[in-house]
């Protein structure tokens, strides 16, 4: 497998998380951007057919494997949403602010506050690729009405996780890592990488 990959991403928390992981693996993990590839239409209503269109899209512009990842909210009482919708849920242009006000406001008077965060990710070795390798992670929580913690980004400030007493702003980056959705979705699709040789 070629040491260089292009992340199909320009979001900097994405990719400041991606290659804390991927970077003791040797691996190389390069922004589309640094390529001057323009971002892809995601017109998917689920994660994975948005996250296999990105890869294929980075690497078709660059020749190089790409890595994809396609990752929101998903809230048991707005019935799924923002979901494929997370980064734009308040429109354009993409704002973590008034995405959160939205949320809040679109689940005041709800009891239920359950919520998790979903990833899935998609390695291509080429554009083409017939047998895209595909790992998914969730995690878990509940959201809350006051932004705590100044760490993270997206929805982690009023993202609560009831078991650690913690949002995911408040975590050190290592622990997120260790247990939010995206470190999950890396971590077995290198296990799936590593069984390729």
């Known amino acids: 497998m070629s040491k260089k990959v292009v992340i199909a991403s320009n979001n900097t928390g994405k990719l400041r998380e991606i290659g804390r992981i991927l970077g003791p693996l040797g691996i190389e993990a390069q922004p589309q951007g640094a390529f001057g590839v323009p971002e892809c239409p995601e017109p998917?209503?689920?994660?994975?057919?948005?996250?296999?269109?990105?890869?294929?899209?980075?690497?078709?512009h660059t020749g190089l494997p790409a890595l994809a990842d396609d990752s929101g909210i998903c809230v048991d009482a707005l019935n799924g949403a923002p979901g494929v919708y997370s980064a734009r849920y308040a429109g354009e242009p993409k704002s973590d602010e008034r995405n959160n006000q939205k949320l809040i406001e679109a689940l005041q008077g709800q009891a239920n506050r359950k919520a998790h965060y979903y990833c899935v990710m998609v390695f291509v070795r080429y554009a083409d690729d017939p047998q895209p390798i595909i790992a998914e992670g969730a995690w878990h929580g509940e959201i809350i009405d006051t932004p705590r913690g100044s760490g993270g980004f997206g929805y982690d400030p009023y993202f609560l996780l009831p078991e650690l007493g913690k949002t995911?702003?408040?975590?050190?980056?290592?622990?997120?890592?260790?247990?939010?959705?995206?470190?999950?979705a890396l971590r077995t699709l290198v296990e799936k990488l590593k069984q390729l040789g």
């Open 44 to 60: 998917h209503v689920t994660f994975v057919e948005n996250c296999i269109a990105k890869a294929r899209h980075a690497s078709a």
């Open 168 to 184: 995911g702003a408040e975590l050190p980056a290592d622990d997120k890592n260790a247990i939010s959705h995206r470190g999950q």
